[in-house]
C-alpha cells in the first residue's frame, strides 16, 4: 500500500511563505505525476501545480509566478514553495500522485494540510 504524507502547512500573513512537503512510501515502482491541489470552503477542489518525474510542470494561473513546484525523485517527495501568499489561497491542500506499483497505475491522495492566510 502506498502513502502520502504532507507536512509545511500553516497560518501566515498576506505575503508571507511557506513550504508544504509531500513524502510518498510504500511499493513504488515509479512516480509518474506529482502535485498539489487545494479546496477551498464552497469551492471544488483545483490543480494548483504538477510536475511528471522528467521535470515538466503546471501551474494553475493564480499562481503563476508565486508557487514554485519541485520534486526529490530519490526520496518519493514533492514541494510547494508558496510565496507572496494572498488570502484567497486559504485552503486545504491536498498532495496528489499517480504511481505505477505492483499493481499497475494508481492514483492517490494524501490527508491534507491546511493553509491559512490571514492577518
Known amino acids: 500500500q502506498v502513502q502520502l504524507v504532507e507536512s509545511g502547512g500553516g497560518l501566515v500573513q498576506p505575503g508571507g511563505s511557506l513550504r508544504l512537503s509531500c513524502a510518498a512510501s510504500?511499493?513504488?515502482?515509479?512516480?509518474?505525476?506529482m502535485g498539489w491541489y487545494r479546496q477551498a470552503p464552497g469551492k471544488q477542489r483545483e490543480l494548483v501545480a504538477a510536475?511528471?518525474?522528467?521535470?515538466?510542470?503546471n501551474y494553475a494561473d493564480s499562481v503563476k509566478g508565486r508557487f514554485t513546484i519541485s520534486r526529490d525523485n530519490a526520496k518519493n517527495t514533492v514541494y510547494l514553495q508558496m510565496n507572496s501568499l494572498k488570502p484567497e489561497d486559504t485552503a486545504v491542500y491536498y498532495c496528489?500522485?499517480?504511481?505505477?506499483?505492483?499493481?499497475?497505475?494508481?492514483?492517490?491522495w494524501g490527508q491534507g494540510t491546511q493553509v491559512t492566510v490571514s492577518s
Open positions: 496528489n500522485a499517480d504511481i505505477l506499483g505492483p499493481r499497475g497505475m494508481d492514483d492517490y
Open positions: 510536475m511528471t518525474s522528467g521535470g515538466s510542470t
Open positions: 510504500g511499493r513504488i515502482f515509479r512516480i509518474v505525476v
